[in-house]
């Protein structure tokens, strides 16, 4: 999960940096002109999101605090989705890409805690 945040946050970064989203209403093809980068970032989001419920699963024979991190690395990913969804639709603001921080480095810590909580 950690290795995949990483490819995440230098996707976003990549994005933030070099990639031009087009503003909301524009539509789904506009959002594919823009290239893959945008695609990217999205689809490893759902990769993630898919991955921290499996993560959350694998934690349940470690007692509580295990999942109790895995969770907080769940809702971490799924505020740092919240932040995106609301990036792309709501005219993409700076309060939105400050929730995909937030979720980020919660859901870092999440599973930084986890794997010191299993070891």
Avoid: D, K
């Avoid at 499996?54 to 295990?66: I, K, T």
């Amino acid at each position: 999960m950690l290795g995949l945040l990483a490819v995440q946050f230098l996707l976003g970064m990549a994005l933030n940096l070099y990639v031009t989203v087009p503003p909301f209403g524009a539509g789904m093809a506009a959002m594919m002109r823009t290239g893959p980068l945008v695609m990217m970032h999205m689809m490893l989001g759902m990769v993630l999101a898919g991955g921290a419920l499996l993560a959350l699963a694998m934690a349940l024979p470690w007692g509580r605090r295990a999942v109790g991190c895995a969770a907080a690395g769940l809702a971490g990913i799924l505020v740092a989705g919240l932040g995106g969804l609301l990036f792309l639709l709501g005219g993409q603001t700076s309060g939105a890409s400050y929730l995909m921080a937030v979720g980020f480095l919660v859901a870092v810590a999440g599973y930084v805690a986890e794997i010191v909580t299993v070891r």
